[in-house]
Structure formats: structure tokens, C-alpha cells
């Protein structure tokens, strides 16, 4: 019993020594507290707060909190608990960031951007800052203004390989511009893997192009692509409102392209079950000739082959009525706790981070798009292709108006069915047609 | 008729079938863990074309990186200390409410058991608002005790469950021995029934010392402190939210994995007593 008596004497002796004190905080300076969640900007951000502390005198404490996932319930353990940091950032849909704001978490940023004729919100891109911005009338309830800071900008769109180009006799500084240059290119990859000439007789195992169709946003992604170049964002936006159907002819111009680029050979095989990872790869180790990919790939391409030589390019257009759009907007934002002691110290150091030199340096040393539109010119050439794609972005966040998930869903499932030739574009445009004619129904009934 | 040969060949072949069996089973249980080890000194260039086991060229220095840039030193003291600090009041915790729940007849001693049972239905990450929020109050928050508490809450109802099943099916003979011979109540415990319950206890141990090894998204919550952090926090420091640094992420994995492999194996015999009791019943 002696012995049993010291070994628990001497656990919770030890439970009291160890584990009972938090860590003291540092006092005396100003201090910041940004929590994050992006693993590949820690270092950058470690940089950036030594030059911030170096400069104004104020410490910066950013803390990484990663995966994603994890960040996210921690924001909001920490939004129940009252315990957010000075700066965080949120991860989710717009009625998410809604929530935040209405519950008090987030401070409003507007008269910051607005101050010195909007000195500080000029130097964003426009689209950019939508994503953080609220309307006058929006449908989440919230007070018109700006809550939140772009750091980073991305846009979805195709890469091509130059080398491959050039394997198939085709100029590397010219990519396909119209529909019909990416289907004739489809034909040479198809050539090319027959053993034609432009392989030398043998054949090559050069895929056409590879993207994580497996996960079907990105399919709704490239086709809505196609929806707007073809019949308009008014057209697009009267499809979601109900008042145009998907049996439309455009509409089935659309699906009917995937059926074009699988006949033409341009689509790898098995893209409709590829996972981005794989068709990152396949793009990275130069076995596919074109890829549609965000421009993360930049830093991912860069790890996995750093002498590939790529570029990028909207994806070719198919009709010159309306210009071709692409998926984009601001990457990752940071907001202001509003409960914060340090809200206008906090202010402050988003104005300093979102400046130029600040946006350059984070894109140099993180390969990201840089949200300062005053940036571009300091940055890698390849990110600034992609840059100078950001005036065709666009982003189903900043429509207004959202689409059924399930006629997302059955749309996109759709054109996996048309690209392995299970269904026709008509059949697909019937089949998604009458789920919204359903969902339209339910949603009057609930009225 | 059948001869001796017959039978013999067919001995044999079962045996070859069975051995084949336990061979492919073993194989897919070692593969992920060779394919770790292999693409931990493998670059991260390389770790996308080759895909063969044996690297063609060995970067150990990997290993050195992932320790210093994980900052792997600190949090594995920590993860050390998680451990045995949760794993002994989890031990001291369920044990002693196991053998109260197989030897004593108080009130509400059924309901009281049935709701430590709920409690292994309720998914973990279902209760970390709540948690967080408990903490909060209890300004136990951001401190490696609050976190040893949870732990240890975690782990309790499953290790009260396989002891109570062992305490159940345990002689009373023993413990009215002993108590003849002068034993109170948490001498009977202590004397007789924890002695007796090796096997088990080896099970609880390796089981709550890996699902606190493992842990990492209730810390990720409950500490705003770096230095608080377990070691799988570290590993973190690999994924990016688009790029994966592989080479490193699995020399990490690989020292993590160490320890826990070294605990297994310091309880192999007792683990496999353990499951031939019936101490993993149900």
C-alpha cells in the first residue's frame, strides 16, 4: 500500500510540476496574433514579421494551425470560446463568413479602404476583393462593406506543355487560341500515339489533357468556362434563376464540346476518374501535353519536376461573342477580430503585408498570385501569365445567386457520361433539365 | 483406400495454403510501411518517377531535415509525456472503476456503466466545441494538463469495458483469500486483481498509447502554444494545402512510428495473452 501511496503522491506531484501552466506570454512590446493555415507561406510569414517588428516595432506572432480541416474547427472552438486572435482567416462558403460577421467576430475593413480615395482597395484587384465584399441587398443579412484582406489571388486555368509542343511540330509560343486549333492538336496526340509522323513512327504515350475530373467541381469549372464564352454571364445567371433550361442549344453546344475533345483525342484517357494529384503528375513528368489546373500548380509542378517547361493559356475559345471567363478570386483572406484590443495595430500590419513589396516577396518566395495588382510585375514570369488572366475571372462566390447542388451534380456527372460515351449531350441536357424543373417545384412549394 | 502419403501431401498443401495466406496478409500490412521507409530517402523529384522500393540513391540526410525543420526534438518530449502521463491515469482511472463496476453492488452501478458505454459512441470531433468551451471555463485551456484530462477522458470507457469484461470472468476465490488474510477493498484492487489483469492491461496500454501518439486535431485546438504541441503536429510542417513535401513528411512519419513499434513489441506477449483471455471480447 506504501508504494502504491508514493505512486500516486508522485504522479499528480508530477501532473502539477508539468502540465499546470500555460506558457507565459511576452509583454512590454505590442503583439499581433495571426492564426493560419497555409504549411508552404509559414516561412514567408516568419520573414515578413521580422521586417514588420524591424520596421514598426511590433511583434507578430503568426501561428500555423494545419490541415485546413483542423484550422477550421479551431476558428470555431475559438469563435464560441470568445478566443479568437487579432487576424485569422476563414475557410468555407460565403454564408460561413456571413455567420462570423453577423456573431460580431468580424471587424468591418470599409472606411480602411476607403480612406485616401480608396488608396488601400485600388491596390487589389477587383475581383480579388469581391469574394470579401458585401452588397447592399445581399441575401446573408450583412451590413454593406468590406470585411476582409486578400493576401493571395488564384485563377483555374490550362497549362501546355512546350516541349511536347514541340515533339509534335507545334510552336511553343503560339498555344491554341480557338476551339478548333485545341481539337486539330487532339488529332496530332491521337497521330502521334497511332506511331504518325509527327512521333517519328513510334509510338509516343503522350496523353492530351489530364485534370482532377474525378472531382467533379473541376468539370462544372471548365464547362461553366464554356457557358460564358459561349451565351454570356446574363444567360448563364437566367439559367440558375430558372427562366432559361439547360435544354437550350447553347447550353448543348456546351456538353456537346466534351463529346468533340474525346472524339478528337484531346482529353487523356480516363480523365473522368483521374484525381488532380495524378493528372498533376502525369503533366509534371511530361506525359500529357495540356493540363486545367489552378495556379497552385505552379509551386506543385516546381517540386515535382523543376525543369518543366510550361505555360499557360485560357482555355481556347469557341465562339468570339463573349469572352472566355475563367474561375478565380481571392485564394486566401485574412479578417480582424472585431473583439480585438489591437484591431487598428491589426490594421495596420494587413495595409503593410497587402503592400507591393510585401505581395512580390511572398510571391517570389511562395510561387502564389500576389491580391496587390500593383505586384505583377515583380513576380515569375509563369505566375504572371496567370495574373494577366485575372480580368476574364469569375467565381460562382460572387454571382449572387447559387445553382441546386443536385443540378450541379447531375450536370457535371453528365459529362463524365458523355466523355466515356454512355449518354448523349441531348440526354444529359433532358436528364438535368428535368431535376431543376423538380427542385424549382420543391422550392415554390416551400414558399 | 487412402494411404499415409495422401493425407501427408494433403497436410501439406493445406499447410502451403494457409502459409500463403498469412504471407499475403503480412505483405499488405508490411507494404505501406516498406513504401514509408523507402520514399523517406528517396528526393522529392524523384519520388514521382521512381516508384520502385529500392531507392536508386539513398538521401538519408532527410531524416536530419525533417527532425530539425519539424523541430521534431521538443514535441517528441511532449508526445512522450502525453503518453505516459495519459496512459497511467487512464491505467489507475479504469481500472480501479472496472473492478468496482464486476465486484461492487451500489446504486445506479448499471446506468452509470451504460453511459460510459454511450460515450464510445459519440465520435471524438463531435465534442470539440464542447470541449474547447469546458476548458475555457475550467481555464484549462492551452495547458498540457487540460489536454492530459481529455486524453484521458477519451480513453476511459473502452479500457473500463475490456477490464470489467476481465474483472467479470476473474475467480472471486482469490480475492476472498486475501481478504481473509486482512486486505481492504483497495488492497484487493492493487494486490490482486491489477497483478491479474497483466494481459489486459497490455492491450489498454497499447491501445490508448497509440490513439495518443496518434492524436493531433484536439491539441491543434485546445493549444494556441507551439511548444505545447505533440509530435504528429510536427508532421504537419510537410503538407502544404497544395504541395507535399513526401521525402520528409514520411522520415517523419518513420521516427513517429518508431516508439510505438518499440512499445508493441515490448508488449507483444502479453497483447496476445490478452486476446486468448478474452480480454478483447466483443
Not at chain 1, 146 to 175: E, S, V
Not at chain 1, 408 to 417: L, N, R, T, V, Y
Request: hydrophobic share 45%; net charge positive.
Amino acid at each position: 500500500m506504501f508504494k502504491l501511496r508514493i505512486a500516486i503522491s508522485t504522479l499528480l506531484i508530477g501532473f502539477a510540476l508539468f502540465a499546470g501552466c500555460a506558457p507565459k506570454q511576452e509583454t512590454g512590446k505590442q503583439v499581433i496574433t495571426i492564426w493560419h493555415w497555409m504549411t508552404d507561406r509559414e516561412p514567408a510569414f516568419q520573414e515578413l514579421a521580422k521586417r514588420y517588428e524591424a520596421k514598426a516595432g511590433v511583434k507578430v506572432n503568426f501561428e500555423l494551425y494545419a490541415p485546413s480541416d483542423a484550422y477550421s474547427q479551431k476558428v470555431r472552438a475559438a469563435a464560441q470560446g470568445e478566443n479568437l486572435p487579432d487576424i485569422f482567416g476563414i475557410l468555407g462558403e460565403k454564408r460561413d463568413f456571413a455567420s462570423f460577421i453577423k456573431a460580431g467576430h468580424i471587424f468591418n475593413l470599409t472606411p480602411y479602404m476607403e480612406a485616401n480615395n480608396a488608396e488601400w482597395k485600388s491596390s487589389f484587384f477587383g475581383k480579388a476583393l469581391a469574394v470579401n465584399e458585401f452588397n447592399e441587398g445581399n441575401s446573408y443579412g450583412v451590413k454593406p462593406g468590406t470585411y476582409g484582406a486578400p493576401i493571395d489571388i488564384m485563377t483555374i486555368q490550362m497549362l501546355y506543355n512546350k516541349n511536347l509542343f514541340r515533339q509534335l511540330g507545334l510552336n511553343p509560343r503560339k498555344p491554341p487560341v480557338t476551339f478548333e486549333e485545341l481539337l486539330d492538336i487532339g488529332k496530332k496526340i491521337s497521330a502521334a500515339n497511332r506511331g504518325g509522323s509527327a512521333s517519328g513512327g513510334k509510338q509516343s504515350g503522350m496523353q492530351g489533357l489530364v485534370s482532377g475530373w474525378a472531382e467533379v467541381w473541376m468539370i462544372d469549372c471548365f464547362a461553366n468556362n464554356y457557358a460564358f464564352n459561349i451565351m454570356g454571364k446574363d444567360k448563364v445567371l437566367a439559367t440558375i434563376k430558372g427562366e432559361v433550361p439547360y435544354t437550350d442549344t447553347d447550353w448543348i453546344k456546351v456538353l456537346t464540346f466534351f463529346k468533340q475533345m474525346q472524339e478528337s483525342g484531346v482529353l487523356a484517357n480516363g480523365v473522368v476518374t483521374m484525381i488532380n494529384k495524378t493528372a498533376e503528375q502525369l503533366f509534371a513528368n511530361d506525359k500529357a501535353v495540356f493540363a486545367f489546373n489552378g495556379s497552385w500548380c505552379v509551386n506543385v509542378y516546381k517540386g515535382m519536376n523543376p525543369k518543366l517547361d510550361y505555360g499557360a493559356m485560357l482555355p481556347p475559345a469557341a465562339s468570339e461573342k463573349f469572352p472566355m471567363a475563367i474561375w478565380g478570386g481571392a485564394g486566401s483572406s485574412f479578417m480582424v477580430n472585431e473583439r480585438s484590443k489591437n484591431k487598428e495595430e491589426a490594421v495596420k500590419f494587413l495595409q503593410w503585408l497587402t503592400g507591393a513589396d510585401q505581395q512580390a516577396y511572398l510571391a517570389q518566395s511562395t510561387n502564389n498570385l500576389p491580391a496587390n495588382k500593383n505586384a505583377t510585375s515583380k513576380i515569375p514570369d509563369i505566375l504572371a501569365q496567370f495574373a494577366d488572366s485575372m480580368e476574364n475571372a469569375t467565381h460562382p462566390n460572387v454571382w449572387g445567386l447559387s445553382e441546386f447542388s443536385v443540378v450541379i451534380e447531375a450536370f457535371d456527372k453528365g459529362i463524365q457520361s458523355i466523355i466515356i460515351g454512355e449518354k448523349t449531350p441531348e440526354q444529359v441536357a433532358l436528364e438535368v433539365q428535368r431535376i431543376k424543373e423538380r427542385e424549382l417545384a420543391k422550392k415554390r412549394l416551400v414558399r | 483406400m487412402k494411404t499415409g502419403a495422401y493425407y501427408k501431401t494433403k497436410k501439406a498443401s493445406i499447410n502451403l495454403l494457409i502459409h500463403l495466406f498469412l504471407l499475403s496478409v503480412a505483405t499488405t500490412c508490411l507494404f505501406p510501411l516498406i513504401w514509408m521507409v523507402s520514399s523517406s530517402l528517396k528526393s522529392q523529384d524523384v519520388i514521382f518517377k521512381d516508384t520502385s522500393l529500392l531507392p536508386k540513391a539513398f538521401h538519408f540526410e532527410n531524416y536530419y531535415r525533417a527532425w530539425m525543420e519539424g523541430g521534431f526534438g521538443r514535441y517528441f518530449l511532449n508526445s512522450i509525456f502525453y503518453t505516459v502521463a495519459v496512459v497511467i491515469g487512464i491505467i489507475i482511472i479504469s481500472s480501479m472503476a472496472a473492478y468496482a463496476f464486476s465486484r461492487f453492488r451500489f446504486p445506479g452501478r448499471n446506468i452509470m456503466f451504460f453511459m460510459f458505454m454511450a460515450a464510445m459512441m459519440i465520435p471524438i470531433p463531435g465534442s470539440f466545441v464542447a470541449l474547447y468551451v469546458l476548458l475555457n471555463k475550467l481555464h484549462l485551456r492551452n495547458t498540457s494538463f487540460g489536454y492530459i484530462l481529455c486524453m484521458i477522458n477519451v480513453g476511459l470507457s473502452t479500457s473500463i469495458f475490456l477490464l470489467k469484461t476481465f474483472f467479470d470472468k476473474m475467480p472471486k476465490e482469490l480475492e476472498d483469500a486475501a481478504r481473509i488474510d486482512g486486505c481492504s477493498k483497495i488492497g484487493l484492487w492493487w494486490h490482486v486483481a491489477l497483478p491479474l489483469s497483466k494481459p489486459v492491461l497490455a492491450v489498454v496500454v497499447v491501445f490508448n498509447a497509440l490513439n495518443v501518439w496518434n492524436e493531433y486535431i484536439l491539441a491543434l485546438i485546445i493549444f494556441d502554444s507551439r511548444p505545447l504541441m505533440p509530435l504528429q503536429v510536427a508532421l504537419t510542417t510537410f503538407q502544404g494545402e497544395f504541395v507535399t513535401n513526401y521525402p520528409l513528411l514520411m522520415a517523419g512519419l518513420t521516427i513517429t512510428a518508431i516508439p510505438i513499434i518499440i512499445v508493441y513489441l515490448l508488449m507483444q506477449k502479453y497483447i496476445v495473452k490478452g486476446v486468448t483471455q478474452g480480454a478483447v471480447v466483443g
